[in-house]
Structure formats: structure tokens, C-alpha cells
């Protein structure tokens, strides 16, 4: 099983980034799936979460209105489309799927918000 996310770089305040999380080894599409990040000398924290179909998201009050997760299960792949970015949403990024009670993550993706 492999979880790989992709997409994290350098961008200004005010920008805009797409992470995208690609799993390989199973089918995800009847599982949930998410989003969190951990900041330099902090916890890591869920940022967003999406239902096995992409029915039903939900977001951390920081990014609500401002991010946006979706998936294609066809694909594998779940996303996080990120806008109007602050520097607090700097940090390295993970996606996660539980499968048989077992939480698989990636190996992260670097955001920086920076000028």
C-alpha cells in the first residue's frame, strides 16, 4: 500500500495550491478519507474530511470557506484545493485512509505561504 501526496510548494499570501493524494494497493472508494497538516513545533491537526462517495465534506473552522476537499474514486485520488492562503496555513500536509482499523499515511507534502 502506498499513499503519496503531491502538489505542495511557494506561494504568496493570497494564493491558491491543489494537493492531490493518489493511493495504490486498494480501492479507496468505500472508505473516508482526509487532510491534515502539522506546523513547525505544533501538533499535527485535521484540516478536512470527505465520505466515501464525496457526499459529505467537513472542515476545520480555520480553512472553512477557503479550502475545498473532493475525490475521484475512479482515480484513487482524493484532493484538497487551497485558496486565499494565510501564512498560519503553512506546514507539511498528509493524507490519511483508514482501512481494517489501520491509518495509512502519506509522506506529506510541504506548503509555505510566504512573501
Known amino acids: 500500500v502506498h499513499v503519496v501526496e503531491s502538489g505542495g510548494g511557494l506561494v504568496q499570501p493570497g494564493g491558491s495550491l491543489r494537493l492531490s493524494c493518489t493511493v495504490s494497493?486498494?480501492?479507496?472508494?468505500?472508505?473516508?478519507m482526509s487532510w491534515y497538516r502539522q506546523a513547525p513545533g505544533k501538533e499535527r491537526e485535521l484540516v478536512a474530511t470527505i465520505s466515501a462517495t464525496g457526499g459529505i465534506t467537513d472542515y476545520a473552522d480555520s480553512v472553512k470557506g477557503r479550502f475545498t476537499i473532493s475525490r475521484d474514486n475512479a482515480k484513487n485520488t482524493m484532493y484538497l484545493q487551497m485558496n486565499s492562503l494565510k501564512p498560519e496555513d503553512t506546514a507539511v500536509y498528509y493524507c490519511?485512509?483508514?482501512?481494517?482499523?489501520?491509518?495509512?499515511w502519506g509522506q506529506g507534502t510541504q506548503v509555505t505561504v510566504s512573501s
Open positions: 494497493g486498494f480501492t479507496v472508494s468505500a472508505y473516508i
Open positions: 490519511s485512509v483508514v482501512r481494517f482499523a489501520v491509518r495509512r
